[in-house]
């Protein structure tokens, strides 16, 4: 079963403007985490911010923050005043509580393109 | 230093050819791994390594053979490549255990096997 599902086709947006990337993810492990990754096309996977399963606010980093609703898992990251260097592959991911073995695992990706 | 560095950054071979890439951080980070990425996918986890042991072999073929020889240094060696093996090589590192921690990036070794 897909544990982490980013169904968006392509996203565009325009300069400056924000947008909102959808995540949502499935497990039955208490203790997990999320992540996104933003991944130019020079290929370097950029971590960008993080959410636990047991924070009670929302994620913020910088331009970046993360809208957690954890009754629906799903964990979408929302990117205010969007900057042309932002266009990029934006993954989704989870970590789940596995002791020293845990994987990251990604779900499939969304480009996204910045407009001028 | 938040910095994984990987090398080379480009790598083209001949299906008979064995070759290295090369993999390094000094985050004092006890965990690494390996992905490889086809164009447009998400990255698929090879190895884990935690605390130098090989903890995750997400059945690769014997053709990669993974190897940590410190706890800065992570390698895979290639032997025998197909033409499909060619992908962007992924390594990463963070802290050993728990589901808080974000795996840090190097910027990719792109195989071209011919």
């Given at each position: 079963?897909?544990?982490?599902?980013?169904?968006?086709?392509?996203?565009?947006?325009?300069?400056?403007?924000?947008?909102?990337?959808?995540?949502?993810?499935?497990?039955?492990?208490?203790?997990?985490?999320?992540?996104?990754?933003?991944?130019?096309?020079?290929?370097?996977?950029?971590?960008?911010?993080?959410?636990?399963?047991?924070?009670?606010?929302?994620?913020?980093?910088?331009?970046?923050?993360?809208?957690?609703?954890?009754?629906?898992?799903?964990?979408?990251?929302?990117?205010?005043?969007?900057?042309?260097?932002?266009?990029?592959?934006?993954?989704?991911?989870?970590?789940?509580?596995?002791?020293?073995?845990?994987?990251?695992?990604?779900?499939?990706?969304?480009?996204?393109?910045?407009?001028? | 230093?938040?910095?994984v560095t990987q090398t080379?950054?480009?790598?083209?071979?001949?299906?008979?050819?064995?070759?290295s890439l090369k993999c390094e951080q000094h985050m004092g980070h006890r965990a690494m791994y390996w992905?490889?990425?086809?164009?447009?996918?998400?990255?698929?986890?090879?190895f884990v390594y935690s605390y130098e042991k090989l903890s995750?072999?997400?059945?690769?073929?014997?053709?990669?053979?993974p190897e940590c020889p410190n706890s800065s240094l992570l390698n895979l060696h290639?032997?025998?490549?197909?033409?499909?093996?060619?992908?962007?090589?992924?390594c990463?590192s963070s802290?050993a255990?728990?589901?808080?921690?974000?795996?840090?990036?190097?910027?990719?070794?792109?195989?071209?096997?011919?």
């Amino acid at each position: 079963a897909q544990k982490i599902t980013q169904t968006q086709p392509g996203m565009f947006v325009q300069e400056k403007e924000a947008v909102t990337l959808d995540c949502t993810y499935d497990t039955s492990d208490p203790s997990y985490g999320l992540f996104w990754y933003k991944q130019p096309s020079s290929g370097e996977m950029i971590f960008l911010i993080y959410q636990g399963s047991y924070d009670q606010q929302n994620a913020t980093e910088g331009r970046y923050s993360l809208n957690f609703q954890k009754a629906r898992k799903s964990a979408n990251l929302v990117i205010s005043a969007s900057q042309l260097g932002d266009s990029a592959m934006y993954f989704c991911a989870m970590r789940e509580s596995a002791g020293a073995n845990s994987k990251l695992t990604f779900g499939k990706g969304i480009t996204l393109s910045v407009r001028p | 230093d938040t910095e994984v560095t990987q090398t080379p950054k480009h790598l083209v071979m001949g299906m008979t050819n064995k070759k290295s890439l090369k993999c390094e951080q000094h985050m004092g980070h006890r965990a690494m791994y390996w992905y490889k990425q086809k164009a447009k996918k998400p990255p698929e986890l090879m190895f884990v390594y935690s605390y130098e042991k090989l903890s995750i072999n997400e059945s690769v073929p014997s053709r990669f053979s993974p190897e940590c020889p410190n706890s800065s240094l992570l390698n895979l060696h290639l032997h025998a490549l197909q033409p499909e093996d060619s992908a962007l090589y992924l390594c990463a590192s963070s802290q050993a255990g728990g589901a808080s921690t974000e795996a840090f990036f190097g910027q990719g070794t792109r195989l071209t096997v011919v």
